[in-house]
C-alpha cells in the first residue's frame, strides 16, 4: 500500500498528545527524545515546502499567485486545529507569494474568506481535498498544480512530497 507524505501532521491529539507526553516524561527525569525529534521535524514540515515550493520559481515572488485547497488538516472536516495548511500558507506570504485559499467546508477564518478556485494562479496546491471539490476548473484550464495531500488518490497532477 503506497503512503504518501504531506506537509505536516494536524489535529487535536497526534501532534499535541506526544508533546504533553515529552513533557510528564522529562518532568520524571526521563528525556523523550524520538518525541522531541518527531515533533521537531513535524513542525518544520510547513516551512520546507514552502521553501521547495519557492526554488520552482524565479524572483521576485511578490508577483507569484499560490491558491492553496483545503485548509482543515483533514478531509471533508470543517476543523482546523493544528492545520499545518495554515502554516503553509503563513510561511509562503513569509516568502512573498500571493496566497488565497479555497476550502468549501470551513469558509472562513481569522477574518479571510474561502475563494472560488481560481484559474487565474501561477500554482495551485492540493492539501486537504474535501470531497466535495471539483478540481475540473483547473484541469481543463490547464493549470499548473502540486498534489500534497498524504492520501493516494490521483487528481490528475503528480504528488510534490
Known amino acids: 500500500m503506497p503512503f504518501y507524505p504531506s506537509i505536516g501532521v494536524g489535529g487535536h491529539c497526534i501532534p499535541i498528545d506526544p508533546s504533553y507526553l515529552s513533557y510528564v516524561s522529562e518532568r520524571a ?3 523523550a527524545k524520538f518525541i522531541d525529534l518527531a515533533n521537531e521535524t513535524n513542525l518544520l514540515r510547513p516551512k520546507k515546502v514552502a521553501l521547495k515550493i519557492s526554488n520552482l520559481f524565479s524572483k521576485p515572488l511578490s508577483v507569484k499567485k499560490i491558491q492553496v485547497v483545503g485548509i482543515a488538516y483533514k478531509p471533508n472536516v470543517e476543523d482546523l ?3 499545518p495548511a495554515l502554516e503553509l500558507i503563513k510561511e509562503l506570504r513569509n516568502l512573498g507569494f500571493e496566497v ?6 470551513v469558509k472562513e477564518f481569522q477574518g479571510e474568506f474561502s475563494s472560488p478556485l481560481d484559474t487565474n494562479v501561477d500554482l495551485g496546491l492540493i ?3 474535501h470531497e466535495v471539490v471539483d478540481f475540473s476548473i483547473w484541469k481543463s484550464n490547464g493549470n499548473k498544480v502540486l498534489d500534497l495531500s498524504p492520501n493516494s488518490r490521483n487528481y490528475g497532477w503528480p504528488k510534490f512530497l
Not at 488565497?100 to 467546508?105: K, L, Q, V
Open 81 to 83: 486545529r493544528e492545520s
Open 100 to 105: 488565497t485559499w479555497h476550502d468549501p467546508i
Open 127 to 129: 492539501v486537504t481535498p
Open 29 to 31: 527525569g526521563v528525556k
